[in-house]
């Protein structure tokens, strides 16, 4: 074999490498765990009006839209979070409906909920507070 031809080998297997490595390795990274639920306690659920004070006459920028957005609020161990639930429609699941037991998953801004179809529905955190230490032993 010529020099030619082995540097022509030697770069086709190492393009053929590569292709494979960002076929391969991104799928691996981006692979999702499990998500693990807890049990947690619906304490309200609340429509959303957003704050239209800033958008003033003078100016051409529309409204903003009108969704149908909640405010659900709900208590896990000694923490409530408030996650907004936004839908297209003005339609709100059963599964938030105050003082129903769901399982809720929590990600860095996100709550994800169990339906009652076993789908899931994805809240983003707007809020969170601790619970008064009282109330806290109390509901444990």
């Avoid at 981006?30 to 957003?50: D, G, L, Y």
Wanted: charge should be neutral.
């Amino acid at each position: 074999m010529r020099t030619s031809e082995v540097i022509l080998n030697a770069t086709c297997n190492l393009l053929i490498w590569f292709l494979l490595a960002g076929i391969v390795v991104p799928s691996v990274l981006t692979a999702e765990t499990p998500r693990t639920f807890q049990q947690a306690v619906v304490v309200s659920a609340e429509k959303h009006e957003p704050d239209t004070s800033h958008y003033n006459k003078l100016t051409d920028a529309p409204t903003p839209v009108a969704e149908y957005d909640y405010d659900i609020s709900i208590r896990l161990n000694c923490s409530v979070y408030v996650g907004r639930y936004k839908s297209a429609f003005e339609y709100l699941p059963s599964v938030f409906a105050a003082n129903q037991t769901i399982a809720v998953s929590l990600e860095k801004h996100v709550m994800v909920v169990k339906g009652s179809d076993n789908g899931e529905i994805k809240l983003v955190i707007i809020q969170r507070h601790a619970v008064s230490e009282n109330s806290c032993r109390a509901g444990r």
